[in-house]
């Protein structure tokens, strides 16, 4: 088993962990801690991914699928622990979760497969995403939620222009510019 694989399904080991802290009522901080963990793997499994050759199409995939997985343990912990806190911004998260949804079925009805651009936006949303929740979790607090959602509505936008400009499906699609550099590539004078 490669080290990116295993960073990969230590993130998915621990959202069952999440999830189970959460129900015994373990402090916020705690689930902080494996929020940590899970954001650090997931950041090094793509690191270790390209720099030892094995990012693969297959892994790239993976890896978003366990994305998915953890960060929804992630929100189960956040909504167990800090429900009132939360309630407020349940229209922000019901909407980057139903785009979300919608960014996956665009991607199935077009190409057979499930987006996997890791885009930049995709990674500043998830950034601001950990950072949003390191905050419900240590301090309390979910203010930074709706400009963590804000940025993924974008992101979630951004790759629906990426699903539709792409001419096959591809995996690790920085941004639009580059969905637009490959459409080109492929097919010229298709813009």
């Known amino acids: 088993m490669s080290v990116a694989l295993a960073l990969t399904l230590l993130r ?7 999830v189970i802290a959460a129900l015994a009522r373990v402090p916020g901080w705690v689930i902080g801690g ?10 090094l499994d793509g690191v270790v991914a390209r720099r030892t050759g094995r990012a693969t199409p297959a892994l790239r995939r993976l890896d978003s699928s366990v994305d998915t997985v953890f960060y929804l343990a992630i929100a189960a912990a956040g909504w167990l622990l800090f429900r009132e806190e939360l309630r407020p911004t349940l229209p922000w998260i019901a909407a980057v979760i139903g785009t979300e949804l919608l960014t ?3 991607s199935w009805l077009r190409f057979r497969r499930e ?7 995709a990674k500043l949303f998830g950034l601001s ?11 309390g607090t979910g ?5 963590a959602t804000v940025i993924g509505l974008v992101s979630h936008a951004e ?17 639009i510019f580059t969905a637009l550099r490959i459409r080109r590539s492929i097919a010229p004078g298709s813009l």
């Open 159 to 175: 790759n629906l222009a990426i699903t539709a400009l792409l001419p096959e499906w591809r995996h690790d699609v920085r941004s």
């Open 104 to 106: 996956n079925a665009v």
């Open 143 to 147: 203010a930074l939620i709706v400009p």
């Open 12 to 18: 998915l080991a621990l959202a069952p962990v999440v």
């Open 115 to 121: 987006a996997s651009y890791h885009s930049f936006s």
């Open 34 to 43: 494996l929020l940590l963990a899970g954001f650090l793997s997931d950041v």
């Open 129 to 139: 995403l950990f950072l949003a929740l390191l905050v419900l979790f240590v301090v």
